[in-house]
T-cell receptor, first 115, second 116 residues
Framework: NAGVTQTPKFRILKIGQSMTLQCTQD?????MYWYRQDPGMGLKLIYY???????DKGEVPNGYNVSRSTTEDFPLRLELAAPSQTSVYFC??????????????FGPGTRLTVL | AQTVTQSQPEMSVQEAETVTLSCTYD???????LFWYKQPPSRQMILVIR??????QNATENRFSVNFQKAAKSFSLKISDSQLGDAAMYFC?????????????FGKGTKLTVNP
């Protein structure tokens, strides 16, 4: 299994541009998450999904959108990029069985810079 | 709102020695989960150890163990026989056990350096 994969690894955007961060998992996990990690900080939850067609806001959803059309994919869309969105973005997933105690598996992250 | 505090921005340890990383948290919940994650320079987040609040016994995973003090809301990580590969950022995290519990609340992290 490849686990959780994210593309791209790095990206530089200009203010006002848009982009989609891709996330795919091959573990058939129901739950998927998007986090951002600002310099010197822990991760903060942007959005999450409990299954295909179901998404919900996390702690810092403003400026982002998500969709979940399949179990495997959970793309994160940035509209009108702003310098405040410069961060490292992590996608994660976990299986449903066993409840919230289950480990979240993280992707390698995408480093985004908005200039 | 729940908060997680890691009061040590940086720590260092000699190879083969023991180091303890501190974590305190604030919550009004009685049932919750606590985690320690390791983030090496590769940025990959790796679960090190986890603890259920209703379990009094401290969790252990090989060289990693925790000291969970529920009344004091403290959850420290002890690394024994430190190895060069243990060098990383370590994050303490909290999650509620009940509804609305999809959010992991992270501390700001502690950077651990292992000296040969």
């Amino acid at each position: 299994n490849a686990g959780v994969t994210q593309t791209p690894k790095f990206r530089i955007l200009k203010i006002g541009q848009s982009m989609t961060l891709q996330c795919t998992q091959d573990m058939n996990h129901n739950y998927m998450y998007w986090y951002r990690q600002d310099p010197g900080m822990g991760l903060k939850l942007i959005y999450y999904s409990v299954g295909a067609g179901i998404t919900d806001k996390g702690e810092v959803p403003n400026g982002y959108n998500v969709s979940r059309s399949t179990t495997e994919d959970f793309p994160l869309r940035l509209e009108l990029a702003a310098p405040s969105q410069t961060s490292v973005y992590f996608c994660a997933s976990r299986e449903l069985a066993g409840g919230v105690y289950n480990e979240q598996f993280f992707g390698p992250g995408t480093r985004l810079t908005v200039l | 709102a729940q908060t997680v505090t890691q009061s040590q921005p940086e720590m260092s340890v000699q190879e083969a020695e023991t180091v303890t990383l501190s974590c305190t948290y604030d919550t009004s919940e009685s049932d919750y989960y606590l985690f320690w994650y390791k983030q090496p320079p590769s940025r990959q987040m790796i679960l090190v150890i986890r603890q259920e609040a209703y379990k009094q016994q401290n969790a252990t995973e090989n060289r990693f163990s925790v000291n969970f003090q529920k009344a004091a809301k403290s959850f420290s990580l002890k690394i024994s026989d430190s190895q060069l590969g243990d060098a990383a950022m370590y994050f303490c995290a909290y999650r509620r056990a009940q509804g609305g519990s999809e959010k992991l609340v992270f501390g700001k992290g502690t950077k651990l350096t292992v000296n040969p």
